[in-house]
């Protein structure tokens, strides 16, 4: 009975590992419209992507994201996680090529600073992850310089803005809370002419949304959680790396406690679950890797 008991355990293990392995290479398309700015502009299509954890073999991921040019994106915000691997710049810069003609903007994470190590999956019920010593420096630099050298707005504890079908979208970013390097900008105005204001960081900590609400964004997008990556079927997350309560682990909801559908004030926040995962942990269970399309229309 013991041995029959065991057998079974480890075939429902290996079963869970299948699945986890498939769905994370079960790339989507999330949509949702946002209705912040004002009456009669034009509707902007603004992509979303975050956490890509890219090494430079990730051959179907890079396709798959270039692919992507073809929904007639207006716009691009990146909210970090790019990489994976210290040779893994390149890739990046080519997964996002199609679109670095485009008005983008972009934030890192830890992940784009720091190599991953292997790691117990269960210290994740503990808390959030924290840096470790022996975590190798990755060539951010790099990162940074082909980005900005396309145009793109480095948002890491600045601001700034982009203009994409007659729309300013004001801009103020942070660079990672879920490892101190945030530093809210100054207040400032608004930029003259803007339609809305935006917030972006790559961990969605909520004392890092309570500023970005108070300094007037209407959106806020992040990533980082990669959705709890690990999800129960029909519940959700259990964990998401961060302070964030996990019914907001991904997906589109209000700030603080204002529903997307109320038509109330307050910010809408986007939390992105992200195309990739560590290397040391390439699955997803009830989780499937996204990359989203947010319309922003006029609201109501």
């Not at 990730?58 to 994976?84: F, Y």
């Not at 420096?137 to 982009?162: C, F």
């Not at 970013?173 to 608004?190: T, Y």
């Not at 917030?199 to 007037?216: I, K, N």
Request: with cysteine; glycine share 12%.
């Amino acid at each position: 009975m013991a041995r029959r008991v065991v057998a079974g355990l480890a075939a429902v293990a290996a079963a869970g590992v299948a699945w986890g392995l498939a769905e994370a290479r079960a790339f989507t398309v999330r949509r949702h419209e946002v209705p912040i700015l004002p009456p009669g502009s034009r509707p902007v299509r603004l992509l979303h992507l975050s956490d890509l954890h890219l090494t430079p073999g990730q051959r179907r991921k890079v396709a798959w994201v270039r692919a992507l040019a073809s929904e007639q994106i207006d716009a691009v915000v990146t909210t970090g996680d790019n990489l994976a691997h210290p040779d893994a710049v390149p890739t990046a810069l080519e997964a996002l090529e199609p679109f670095l003609g485009l008005p983008g903007a972009f934030v890192f994470g830890s992940n784009d600073y720091h190599g991953p190590l292997p790691k117990n999956p269960l210290d994740y019920f503990g808390g959030p992850s924290r840096l470790r010593p022996k975590q190798a420096e990755l060539p951010t630099e790099d990162l940074r310089a082909g980005l900005v050298a396309q145009g793109w707005v480095d948002l890491n504890n600045a601001r700034g803005s982009i203009a994409a079908v007659g729309s300013v979208l004001d801009l103020v970013g942070v660079d990672d809370p879920h490892i101190g390097r945030d530093r809210m900008p100054e207040p400032a105005p608004e930029v003259d002419g803007a339609s809305a204001r935006i917030g972006v960081a790559h961990a969605p900590y909520r004392r890092v949304l309570d500023q970005m609400a108070a300094d007037g964004a209407s959106l806020i997008l992040a990533g980082h959680t990669h959705g709890g990556q690990v999800c129960v079927p029909f519940y959700g997350a259990l964990v998401t790396n961060c302070d964030l309560d996990t019914s907001r682990a991904s997906g589109l909801h209000g700030w603080p406690g204002v529903r997307p559908d109320s038509g109330g004030k307050g910010a809408y926040v986007h939390v992105s679950a992200g195309l990739g995962t560590s290397p040391y942990a390439p699955y997803r269970i009830a989780c499937r890797p996204e990359a989203t399309i947010l319309t922003l229309v006029p609201g109501v």
